[in-house]
């Protein structure tokens, strides 16, 4: 059974920078597709950014592209996601999931997920 724990959410300014992390555990493949989620109060669970854990490709909304960098240390068994110029929209419960690759798409039918982290971005 695969685990996720989320850490690093927080309170920040606009154009302030945190950087999350996601420990895993308990998969039995190199071969995942890892990712990001964010919901915002009152709005739907979107996709941020994702990373196919056997050939390190990444894939990021195009509202963070620029702005967030996902990375995995497998050593550490840790997904990363550093946030930098944040928004105000950026505000969100942040979400850790993984899946079996190769799949159709990035952005759904994720299998495993974390617990959250929150993060809030002020003005």
């Known amino acids: 059974q695969v685990q996720l724990v989320e850490s690093g959410g927080g309170s920040v300014q606009a154009g302030g920078s945190l950087r999350l992390s996601c420990a895993a555990s308990?998969?039995?493949?190199?071969?995942?597709?890892m990712g990001w989620f964010r919901q915002a109060p009152g709005k739907e669970r979107e996709g941020v950014a994702a990373?196919?854990?056997?050939?390190?490709?990444?894939h990021y909304a195009d509202s963070v592209k620029d702005r967030f960098t996902i990375s995995q240390d497998m050593a550490k068994n840790t997904l990363y996601l550093e946030m930098n110029s944040l928004k105000p929209e950026d505000t969100g419960m942040y979400y850790c999931a993984a899946k079996r690759w190769p799949s159709i798409t990035w952005l759904s039918d994720y299998n495993y997920w974390g617990q959250g982290t929150q993060v809030t971005v002020s003005s």
């Open positions: 990373i196919e854990t056997g050939s390190g490709i990444t």
């Open positions: 308990g998969y039995t493949s190199s071969r995942l597709y």
